[in-house]
């Protein structure tokens, strides 16, 4: 038996889950036209769920999400993979801790990957969701595995589910492709706050001990257990 055929049920529920997780991504403001994309870890296969290339969010369903291996190629689908799938499958082979990768090009967090700068940590929220700045990966090309290989050097040495890549747009992930996306509409509202903020002067920083118990007490304590 495939791995696909061992693992159909759990890739028709990420189906369902990832092809509606991508209403977050226009709804947030996070996209336009057909830019970014959403993708899920099969969870015991060397498989992932992600967004086909080139097609409209109103016009994606479950049964057009795009399975492919961890090396990028198509085990199951009729349509081609976004053209992010090698790059997010380097992710997941080399962080394997990872469930769900996101890429955006939200506007704000553009505009400071555009000038290769990390997004200081000068806010409650971003000590929370990020434990730290949001890093600065470095440039790389489109359409093989380089972003990815820039996304897991920038993020194995970060707490932050979120990275800039500079000149291009903002990867993140998470434990599922849930969290991720919530990284995604996260990092923006940081952006954005962060970039009105130095409009009015210099931001006041967060002493790192604080950023710390912050951090601690949002992933550990926050919400309901």
Known sequence: ???????????????VQVSRLHAHLPA???VVWTAGNVSA????????????????????????????DLHGQVVEGEHAPSSDTEAQAY??????????????????AVAWAARGEAIPCVTTMCADEF?????????????????GRGIVETLRGSRSPAVLMQNHGVFTVGPDAKSAVKAAVMCE?????????RQLGEP?????????HLYDRYQNVYGQR
């Open 41 to 68: 870890r099969v969870p015991g296969h060397d498989l992932m769920v992600i967004k086909p290339s080139g097609v409209a969010y109103d016009e994606l369903t479950p049964e057009n999400m795009v399975v492919c």
């Open 131 to 147: 434990g730290g700045p949001i890093p600065v990966g470095p440039f790389a090309v489109i359409g093989d595995d380089s972003i």
């Open 204 to 212: 006041i920083p967060i002493e790192q001990s604080a950023i710390d």
């Open 28 to 30: 947030y403001g996070l």
């Open 91 to 108: 992710v997941y082979r080399e962080l394997p801790d990872v469930g769900g990768v996101v890429h955006t090009h939200s506007p704000y």
């Open 189 to 197: 509202d940081v952006a954005r706050s962060v970039h009105l903020a």
């Open 1 to 15: 038996m495939s791995a696909v055929a061992e693992a159909a049920a759990t890739i028709s529920q990420l189906r």
